[in-house]
């Protein structure tokens, strides 16, 4: 009877600790959940700034590329109305490297 007892008790024991064990367990997952969602938050905010920063980059370069190939377009037009024989010979010459490359490209 006193082993009947014993066995009882320990059982009771062994259950407050695992009933105790999971109390522990579960609140360690609550913290461990705040914490993700706090640091889930603070990457987000950083990504959010990192994108934002560079959508303003990437404005500033595309306006800073537009203006100069409009500049260049422009130069491009007077140079060509300027010497319009030159352009002439140039572009000629550039077709005839075309046909050229294409030409051995097609003997390989």
Do not use: F
Not at 43 to 55: F, G, K, Y
């Amino acid at each position: 009877m006193a082993n009947s007892s014993l066995r009882k008790a320990s059982l009771q024991s062994m259950e407050a600790e695992i009933e105790s064990l999971l109390k522990s367990l579960e609140s360690l997952k609550d913290d461990a959940s705040d914490e993700s969602r706090k640091t889930l938050k603070a990457l987000r905010s950083n990504a959010e700034n990192a994108l934002r920063h560079s959508r303003s980059l990437l404005g500033d370069a595309y306006e800073e590329v537009k203006t100069k190939t409009r500049e260049t377009g422009l130069a491009t037009r007077d140079y060509a109305q300027q010497h319009p024989w030159t352009t002439a010979g140039v572009a000629i010459g550039a077709l005839g490297l075309l046909a050229a490359y294409l030409m051995c490209k097609r003997g390989d």
